[in-house]
C-alpha cells in the first residue's frame, strides 16, 4: 500500500512537448507538494495545495501548472519542455500545511529526461 | 534568506562506529527541522522531525537534536550498519522550506 505514489516513475521526451506528471496519495492528508531535485541532487520546493487551494508557488517558470482535482491528487503539468528540466521531480505530502509542524511524506520521484 | 549548510558532504564511516551528522541553518525563526534519508534513485524517507519547540527527537539508533539559538541540529546514529549507507538531507521550514544538500555516509562492512 503506497501512501505517496507517482506516474511515471521515468519520463523521456523531446524538447517542445507538452507532458503530465500525476501524483496520488492515499493518507488523507490534506496538503500536497512537488519538488524538483536537480542533476546536482539540491532539492527544491516547487508548489503546495491545501484542500485543493494553491498556497505556495516558488519562482517556477509558468511553463510548470500543477492542477488539484481533488485533496488527494496533485498532478504536474509541463509545457514547451526544455533541457533544464531535465531532473527528478518528488510529490508530497502533509496532514497541516507548511507553516505548521507536520511531517511530510514522499512518493518515489518521476525522473525526468528531456532530449 | 536562509541557508541551510551540512558538513561534512560526504563521509565514510567503519561499521559498528557511532556518527554525527551536522546541518546548520542561518535564521533562527523555524517552525520546525526534518531529517531525512534518501536511498540512490529512490524518493526521500523521513527520519526525524523536530518542533521548534523541542530540543531533541529519538527513534530507534537515530538521535536528532536541535539548538535554535546556535542554528544547529545534529543527527546521531549509534552503532552504524551497512544498511545506513545513504544520503541524509536536512530541511527546515520558516516561511519557506529550504532543504541542505545533504550528506553522503558510507559505512564500510
Known amino acids: 500500500d503506497t501512501a505517496v505514489s507517482q506516474t511515471p516513475k521515468y519520463l523521456v521526451t523531446q524538447m517542445g512537448n507538452d507532458k503530465s506528471i500525476k501524483c496520488e496519495q492515499n493518507?488523507?492528508?490534506?496538503?500536497m507538494y512537488w519538488y524538483k531535485q536537480d542533476s546536482k541532487k539540491f532539492l527544491k520546493i516547487m508548489f503546495s495545495?491545501?484542500?485543493?487551494?494553491?498556497?505556495i508557488n516558488e519562482t517556477v517558470p509558468n511553463r510548470f501548472s500543477p492542477k488539484s482535482p481533488d485533496k488527494a491528487h496533485l498532478n504536474l503539468h509541463i509545457n514547451s519542455l526544455e533541457l533544464g528540466d531535465s531532473a527528478v521531480y518528488f510529490c508530497?505530502?502533509?496532514?497541516?500545511?507548511?507553516?505548521?509542524?507536520?511531517?511530510?511524506?514522499f512518493g518515489p520521484g518521476t525522473r525526468l529526461t528531456v532530449l | 534568506k536562509q541557508e541551510v549548510t551540512q558538513i561534512p558532504a560526504a563521509l565514510s564511516v567503519p561499521e559498528g562506529e557511532n556518527l554525527v551528522l551536522n546541518c546548520s541553518f542561518t535564521?533562527?525563526?523555524?517552525?520546525?527541522l526534518q531529517w531525512f534519508r534518501q536511498d540512490p534513485g529512490k524518493g526521500l524517507t523521513s527520519l526525524l522531525l523536530?518542533?521548534?519547540?523541542?530540543r531533541e527527537q529519538t527513534s530507534g539508533r537515530l538521535n536528532a537534536s536541535l539548538d535554535k539559538s546556535s542554528g544547529r541540529s545534529t543527527l546521531y546514529i549509534a552503532a552504524s550498519q551497512p544498511g545506513d549507507s545513504a544520503t541524509y538531507l536536512c530541511?527546515?521550514?520558516?516561511?519557506?522550506?529550504?532543504f541542505g544538500k545533504g550528506t553522503r555516509l558510507h559505512i564500510l562492512p
Open positions: 523536530i518542533q521548534s519547540s523541542q
Open positions: 530541511a527546515v521550514r520558516d516561511d519557506k522550506i529550504i
Open positions: 508530497a505530502s502533509s496532514q497541516e500545511p507548511w507553516t505548521s509542524v507536520s511531517e511530510q511524506f
Open positions: 535564521d533562527s525563526a523555524i517552525y520546525n
Open positions: 495545495y491545501n484542500n485543493k487551494e494553491l498556497i
Open positions: 493518507l488523507g492528508h490534506d496538503t
